[in-house]
């Protein structure tokens, strides 16, 4: 939004082209909404899944397909916004400030650091 000016996918898309090193912060960011193996979703995902078979199959597998089809739309949004043809307004490169970095490492990390601190935590118990 701060580059382009606007929000929409049918202006910010091909942006692969135009930022690569914000790219890889944004799969990253993408990875842990989709629950994958590197993010405190995952952790929360399994207990929940796990907790629901109890309850009820139905339930269960309800979940289990509304978080199939919410890692799949992600996938499709990071797709959709980072390749493609590039809006025809914008012609430099950027490569970002240090504040950006900065505020999307703020963003990651603590994902990360907490799913290594359950895994310690369940190693002891």
């Known amino acids: 939004y701060e580059r382009l000016g606007s929000r929409s996918l049918l202006i910010?898309?091909?942006?692969?082209?135009?930022?690569?090193s914000m790219t890889l912060w944004w799969f990253l960011l993408s990875v842990c909404n989709?629950?994958?193996?590197p993010s405190l979703?995952?952790?929360?995902?399994?207990?929940l899944l796990n907790s629901i078979v109890s309850w009820s199959w139905l339930t269960m597998i309800s979940?289990?397909?509304l978080s199939f089809f919410s890692a799949a739309y992600t996938l499709y949004l990071y797709a959709y916004s980072q390749h493609g043809k590039i809006f025809s307004g914008v012609y430099s490169f950027s490569g970002g400030n240090?504040?950006?970095?900065?505020?999307?490492?703020?963003?990651?990390f603590p994902l990360n650091l907490l799913i290594l601190k359950s895994e310690v935590c369940l190693f002891w118990i």
Request: aromatic share 18%.
């Open 12 to 20: 910010n898309k091909g942006l692969l082209n135009f930022m690569p």
């Open 63 to 65: 979940l289990s397909f």
């Open 34 to 37: 989709m629950a994958a193996p």
């Open 41 to 47: 979703n995952l952790l929360g995902e399994i207990s």
């Open 98 to 108: 240090i504040r950006e970095y900065f505020l999307l490492f703020l963003h990651w």
